[in-house]
């Protein structure tokens, strides 16, 4: 058996879900529920994972899915385990949440610049699902302004897929000598691969193709604002 809220909360977020393809936030929910706090919305959540009614999605803040829903009775009775099946979209087709957010790695800065040493850090950047397309992605910390021309600016996290190869004119990860990586778009002359920076300022650089190793595509970016 439900309790009236867990019944409440399960309804709400389903219909938010079914309206939008969004999950409600937990201050959302706490308006609809008339709680003071969210922290009632996390014991909510928590009851009906327990019970096999919802579930949040992994490495997603705030994306829930609802597998099953009591049948509304019609009286004021408690609501029982009545179970019916959820009719769900078909995944292909369900949007992606605008609150959908996964963990990515963070590893550091990377020069749009001259070459700079080979990031080493590990940590972890919150970034929408909806930046990022198919495939294993990282973030990267952009540290200088070659790439400006292109809308990169310093400061920027770019949103790097993981990749080996690249296309001509792709914005890439390029690792120069196993040590030094830099964000630029992608040439090829010859026997040569040519990294090009985005701004005037600054010369294109040329390697032997042997020198160079892509690690990812630009994806997509990121900008704080102080």
């Given at each position: 058996m439900l309790t009236a809220k867990q019944h409440e909360l399960l309804h709400f977020i389903q219909e938010r879900l079914d309206a939008s393809g969004i999950s409600p936030s937990f201050e959302e929910m706490k308006e609809a529920l008339g709680l003071k706090s969210k922290s009632g919305i996390h014991r909510l959540i928590s009851a009906l994972e327990e019970r096999g009614f919802l579930r949040r999605l992994p490495n997603r803040?705030?994306?829930?899915?609802?597998?099953?829903?009591?049948?509304?009775?019609?009286?004021?009775a408690p609501v029982r385990d009545n179970i019916v099946p959820l009719r769900k979209p078909a995944p292909a087709l369900k949007p992606i949440a605008a609150n959908d957010v996964i963990e990515i790695p963070l590893h550091g800065k990377?020069?749009?610049?001259?070459?700079?040493?080979?990031?080493?850090?590990?940590?972890?950047?919150?970034?929408p699902a909806a930046l990022l397309g198919s495939g294993e992605h990282y973030a990267l910390e952009v540290s200088g302004d070659s790439m400006v021309e292109a809308g990169i600016f310093d400061g920027d996290y770019a949103l790097i897929q993981k990749a080996s190869t690249a296309r001509e004119g792709d914005i890439v990860v390029a690792l120069v000598d196993g040590q030094d990586a830099t964000l630029k778009y992608f040439r090829r002359e010859g026997q040569m691969i040519r990294l090009d920076p985005a701004n005037s300022a600054y010369e294109p650089q040329r390697y032997p193709a042997e020198r160079v190793i892509v690690q990812g595509r630009l994806s997509g970016l990121l900008r704080r604002y102080h």
């Open positions: 803040a705030r994306a829930l899915e609802v597998l099953r829903v009591p049948e509304a009775a019609k009286s004021a990377i020069a749009a610049g001259v070459p700079i040493e080979a990031f080493e850090d590990h940590n972890n950047l919150a970034v």
